[in-house]
């Protein structure tokens, strides 16, 4: 299994600022994914990051607005921009090696206002 | 797309089973469960992948009906520390992307 750290942990932030969340592996992974979780529902992809090229990602979400880094196979950046209350939500990161599952970090509590 | 889960929530009693399903309308290459307590990250408890294969952590069983592109996660004889909001994740490729379901809360009382 991996183990994933997430900074920080938690945060407020006012409206139409940026605030970026790093997640890292204690040991080199293959796949490394950010997904948003509002309270109480289920976990939405919002893009895979991809080892030295640009993030995939799902429909619905844009690298303006979300734009990622992964500069190596244990370190990827997620950054939410310009952001506004309807951003406000549960930020995490999940990675995993090739032919097996994905390990989720902790976690990322965002409120914006 | 969303795969689908059911039942919505379940109360069980110590030592009660309960049956937590999972369906896709697509063809799935893996489908993997996950235990999420509240304030919590979501914690692995297993993958089956197409072909049959099996892994998972827990004594926690669960199968997969590729024909029916169903899984269906097994709680036996439940302990307190069964309860969480359990979630599919299902993707249709080995990229593992993973869609999630709705989830589906289990609450054990002794």
């Known amino acids: 299994s991996a183990v994933i750290s997430q900074k920080p942990s938690r945060d407020i932030c006012q409206r139409g600022t940026s605030l970026t969340i790093q997640c890292q592996v204690d040991?080199?992974?293959?796949?490394m994914f950010w997904y948003r979780q509002q309270p109480g529902q289920s976990l939405t992809l919002i893009a895979t990051?991809?080892?030295?090229?640009?993030?995939?990602?799902e429909s619905g979400f844009v690298i303006d607005k979300f734009p990622i880094s992964r500069p190596n196979l244990t370190f990827s950046t997620l950054t939410v921009s310009n952001m506004s209350p309807e951003d406000s939500s549960i930020y995490l990161c999940?990675?995993?090696?090739?032919?097996?599952?994905?390990?989720f970090g902790p976690g990322t509590r965002l409120l914006v206002l | 797309q969303q795969p689908v889960q059911s039942p919505q929530a379940v109360i069980l009693r110590e030592g009660e089973d309960a049956v937590i399903n999972c369906s896709s309308s697509?063809?799935?290459?893996?489908v993997h469960w996950y235990r999420q307590k509240h304030g919590e990250a979501p914690v692995f408890l297993m993958i089956?992948?197409?072909?049959?294969e099996q892994k998972g952590h827990e004594k926690i069983s669960a199968s997969f009906n590729e024909k029916k592109q169903q899984s269906s996660l097994y709680l036996t004889a439940s302990q307190l520390s069964y309860s969480g909001t359990y979630f599919c994740?299902?993707?249709?490729?080995?990229?593992?992307?993973?869609?999630f379901g709705a989830g589906t809360t289990v609450t054990v009382r002794a």
């Open positions: 089956l992948l197409k072909g049959g």
């Open positions: 040991s080199q992974v293959t796949m």
């Open positions: 990051a991809n080892q030295g090229s640009e993030a995939t990602y």
């Open positions: 697509k063809a799935l290459y893996s």
């Open positions: 994740g299902t993707s249709r490729s080995n990229d593992y992307k993973l869609s």
């Open positions: 999940s990675a995993g090696r090739a032919g097996e599952t994905q390990y």
